[in-house]
């Protein structure tokens, strides 16, 4: 059974930094593409970081970065000089991608649960 979990979430000041984490089981982040979105409170969302599984990375904002810990099975978003507009429900997917040497038990996307981080002073 696939499951992500995402955490850090916080409530925080603007200017602050956060650290978020998607630990996941039953699949291997090394052999996926993960995402990172967020779900505003005006219910849109939005793409923010992803890393493939060949460990490119992207982000939509210079302030966020995403990285990743095979051993850990883990991908983070690090967060810095936070904004209120940051304010968002963070959740993270994951998609298995064919590769040498192994087989995708599945290609479907899995998500998380969401973390909340409200920016506020």
């Known amino acids: 059974q696939v499951r992500l979990v995402e955490s850090g979430g916080d409530s925080i000041q603007p200017g602050g930094s956060l650290t978020l984490s998607c630990r996941a089981s039953?699949?291997?982040?090394?052999?996926?593409?993960v995402d990172w979105y967020r779900r505003s409170p005006t219910n849109e969302r939005e793409w923010v970081a992803g890393?493939?599984?060949?460990g490119e990375r992207n982000s939509v904002k210079d302030r966020f970065t995403v990285s990743r810990s095979s051993s850990e099975n883990t991908v983070y978003l690090q967060m810095n000089s936070l904004l209120p507009e940051d304010t968002a429900v963070y959740f993270c997917s994951a998609r298995c991608v064919k590769g040498p040497g192994y087989v995708c038990i599945s290609t479907d996307v899995y998500w998380g649960q969401g973390t909340q981080v409200t920016v506020s002073s």
């Open positions: 039953g699949i291997s982040v090394s052999r996926s593409n």
């Open positions: 890393v493939t599984r060949d």
